[in-house]
């Protein structure tokens, strides 16, 4: 490194620059004595655990039916700005087993409805729990 007449112990410590050799110096253990070492943590940051939803919480998302494939899958477009958006998820027809709350219409669900769910095949999606009534996607299908 080429000096340029100032001592390194002269520059200020909190430029960035001083902060990159430093971290360097740290990392290839050869500490220039005039460089401020950083202190480096080993702990590692504490990750908030995202749970899902609960099916009581409600949140302000956006479900657009985008195609009907066949009578028992819908491809929906569910955008929810605090858990999860999908921009083309396929949803299946199914028998509702809990009561609930329709994602398109806000319309209430009662066990053994005719719904539509989110598909599980790869893994469980953020909203699992989520249902749109047979009968609403039948509507926005016609209109």
């Known amino acids: 490194m080429r000096r340029t007449g100032k001592n390194l112990a002269d520059l200020n410590p909190n430029d960035p620059w001083m902060q990159t050799v430093g971290l360097l110096s740290v990392l290839s253990a050869a500490a ?22 609960l099916p009581e919480e409600h949140h302000k ?9 066949t009578d028992s899958t819908a491809t929906i477009a569910w955008r929810d700005s605090t858990h999860c958006c999908y921009g083309d998820q396929v949803w299946r027809a199914s028998r509702s087993r809990v009561d609930g709350v329709c994602a398109m219409s806000g319309r209430a669900i009662n066990p053994s409805d005719a719904v ?6 790869r893994s469980l999606p953020l909203n699992a729990h989520a249902m749109i009534l047979a009968a609403v996607l039948e509507d926005a299908t016609s209109s």
């Open 61 to 69: 998302v956006i479900v657009t039916l985008i195609e009907r494939s």
């Open 116 to 121: 539509f769910k989110p598909s599980r095949r």
């Open 32 to 53: 220039d004595p005039g460089v401020r070492r950083p202190v480096v943590s080993t702990d590692q940051p504490k990750r908030k655990a995202c749970g899902l939803p």
